[in-house]
């Protein structure tokens, strides 16, 4: 079942999180340290309290998989169109269930909960030398929208 997460997750989304950080750290550890998480629970209590960055969970007795989104607005500017995006800033399923259609069902979820909400488009980012998740994103339907690039001294 996916549900919209609450303070009992924070505990498991930690868990999860550190799983999705040594993702991160082996593909750029130059960008990524080890051992760490993009969030503590101080910060997650937060996120959990703001309506505009909803976290779903994939909850099968035990968190499988999370999903953090954040919704934007785009209104009278003076370049670009109204817009209202769903932006996925996480998706993980932890090691021990992928395979078994956990990101499938939290990407659904979530794509039905941003049609729901009125929003244009979801958008996201992958890292470069994340295959799997590109492959799963093309997958889902996703397209690349824009491509960021580095040079590195």
């Known amino acids: ?53 909803p976290i779903f969970v994939y909850d099968d007795g035990m968190v499988l998989g999370y999903a953090f989104c954040q919704v934007s607005e785009v209104k009278n500017d003076q370049l670009l169109e109204d817009i209202k995006t769903l932006y996925i800033d996480d998706i993980c399923v932890d090691e021990n269930a992928r395979g078994k259609h956990v990101g499938k069902a939290l990407y659904e979820f979530t794509r039905d909960y941003a049609h729901s909400i009125g929003c244009n488009n979801i958008t996201l980012n992958v890292w470069e030398g994340n295959v799997a998740a590109l492959q799963f994103y093309k997958k889902m339907g996703m397209k690349v929208q824009k491509t960021t690039m580095e040079f590195d001294f």
Do not use: G, S, W
């Open 1 to 53: 079942m996916i549900r919209k997460a609450n303070h009992n997750d924070i505990e498991r989304i930690i868990e999860l999180l550190h799983q999705v950080n040594m993702v991160h750290h082996k593909i750029r550890p130059d960008l990524f340290k080890p051992n760490t998480t993009k969030y503590n629970e101080l910060e997650l209590e937060t996120i959990l309290h703001d309506d505009n960055k």
